[in-house]
C-alpha cells in the first residue's frame, strides 16, 4: 500500500495551492489530509468518504475543499486563501475497516509554506 503526495510547495499570503495523494494497493473507505506544524502534534485538515462525505476542521471550513477520483484512488485538496498559519508538513492518510477494525496508512508528508 502506498500513499503518493504532491502539490506542496512556497506561496504568497493570499494563494492557492492543490495538494493530490495517489494511492495504491488498496481502496480507502476515508482518505483524508493532516497537517503538523513545527513543535505541534498532526491534526486533521480535512477528510472525505468513498461516498463524498466530508469534514473539516473549522480553521479551513469556506477556504479548503476536499476531493476524490474513486476511479483514480486519488484525493486532492484544494486550498485557497492560504495565510501564515497554513504553514506545515501536510500528509495524507488513507483508511479502512478490516475485520471491524481501521487500519490506517500515511503518505509521506508534502511542505506548504506560506510566507511574503
Known amino acids: 500500500v502506498q500513499l503518493q503526495a504532491s502539490g506542496g510547495g512556497l506561496v504568497h499570503p493570499g494563494g492557492s495551492l492543490r495538494l493530490s495523494c495517489a494511492a495504491s494497493g488498496s481502496i480507502f473507505n476515508v482518505m483524508g489530509w493532516y497537517y503538523q506544524a513545527p513543535g505541534k502534534q498532526r491534526e486533521l485538515v480535512a477528510s472525505?468518504?468513498?461516498?463524498?462525505?466530508?469534514n473539516y476542521a473549522d480553521s479551513v471550513k469556506g477556504r479548503f475543499t476536499i476531493s476524490r477520483d474513486n476511479a483514480k484512488n486519488t484525493v486532492y485538496l484544494q486550498m485557497n486563501s492560504l495565510n501564515a498559519e497554513d504553514t506545515a508538513v501536510y500528509y495524507c492518510?488513507?483508511?479502512?475497516?478490516?475485520?471491524?477494525?481501521?487500519?490506517?496508512?500515511w503518505g509521506q508528508g508534502t511542505q506548504v509554506t506560506v510566507s511574503s
Open positions: 472525505i468518504t468513498s461516498g463524498g462525505v466530508t
Open positions: 492518510n488513507g483508511r479502512y475497516l478490516y475485520r471491524g477494525s481501521w487500519l490506517g496508512y
